[in-house]
């Protein structure tokens, strides 16, 4: 049977870090770090996360911000919103939850995120700065950095000579994970979609991480006896047997099965979830810190 990973007390390691951080930030600035969290429409999912995001910037101790906005939001108006905050120093990240309402373009609005801003890690200038192998100066997005630190946690800062599957190829999780696998000198394997033969190319994998977006698709038969299974996957499932209208979350891993072959592995909920929630206030305080002319910790 697999070890299980606590993701939430992980995470919590995590928070306590940020929050001495944030404090000391405060004592030598004057100024608390600076979370602008935007959602636009009425997606419940987006409103639970972004609810959440909120509450943990505050129990850090930052000044935080959130700005609901409808669902016929213009794109003039949330560029504008963005724009304002890229100019308020009170505020040292910006994140607007995606998926955006279809008539807004969410590139648009993205690349418009200064960088040094950019807690999501998704501006371009954020993405090459990974790609090209400079983890000190950019910043990283908070699914893959959190799901890295589980890595290291079981294999430790240096993959050489390990295989590693990123199963999703999206610019959010699939695209950096890949990199950041690959940084720390695992054989990287990005699959996804149209990958022919996934089972067996999953099967010579030591690491996998699950970023399809497809209730318990990787199973038992795909996994290496011991290898380390990240399940970034959240999928909400009908649920009868819990009562009338009931749901649940699961990941892209069948859990049970897998967790009899893996060596490691991660649940769904409680896993990379409080993670992606921790490293969102990890890259607020390194953002702050650059700012206020601090050198920032290292995660
Ligand atoms: N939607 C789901 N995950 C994320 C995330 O990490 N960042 C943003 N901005 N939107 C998301």
């Avoid at 919590?12 to 770090?33: H, L, Q």
């Avoid at 505050?58 to 016929?72: D, I, R």
């Amino acid at each position: 049977m697999a070890r299980v990973i606590d993701g939430k007390s992980a995470a919590a390691s995590v928070i306590e870090v940020v929050k001495a951080e944030a404090a000391r930030i405060a004592s030598e600035t004057g100024t608390k770090p600076g979370l602008a969290v935007i959602i636009v429409g009425d997606d419940p999912a987006s409103h639970a996360y972004v609810a959440a995001k909120s509450r943990m910037a505050k129990e850090c101790g930052f000044h935080s911000v959130q700005h609901t906005l409808p669902a016929e939001t213009s794109q003039e108006m949330l560029n504008g919103l963005v724009g304002a905050h890229n100019a308020d120093p009170s505020i040292h990240g910006i994140l607007v939850q995606l998926p955006l309402p279809k008539h807004l373009d969410s590139d648009v609005v993205i690349q418009s995120i200064r960088p040094d801003k950019d807690v999501d890690g998704l501006h371009v200038t954020n993405a090459g700065k990974l790609a090209v192998g400079d983890l000190d100066t950019g910043l990283i997005s908070c699914t893959p950095a959190g799901a890295m630190l589980l890595v290291r946690s079981v294999h430790g800062d240096d993959l050489s000579g390990l295989n590693a599957i990123v199963i999703g190829r999206s610019n959010l999780v699939g695209k950096p994970m890949g990199q950041l696998l690959l940084n720390a000198n695992a054989t990287v394997i990005m699959a996804h979609s149209r990958t022919k033969q996934l089972a067996a190319l999953t099967r010579t994998a030591d690491i996998v991480v699950a970023a399809i977006g497809r209730a318990e698709m990787v199973n038992a038969g795909w996994i290496r006896p011991g290898a380390t299974v990240i399940d970034v996957g959240i999928n909400r499932l009908p649920a009868p047997e819990k009562g009338d209208g009931k749901s649940k979350l699961v990941g892209d891993v069948a859990f049970s099965e897998a967790a009899r072959i893996a060596g490691t592995i991660t649940p769904v909920p409680g896993g990379v979830g409080p993670m992606t929630i921790a490293m969102l206030m990890v890259n607020t305080v390194i953002a702050a810190a650059r700012a206020t002319g601090l050198r920032p910790l290292d995660f």
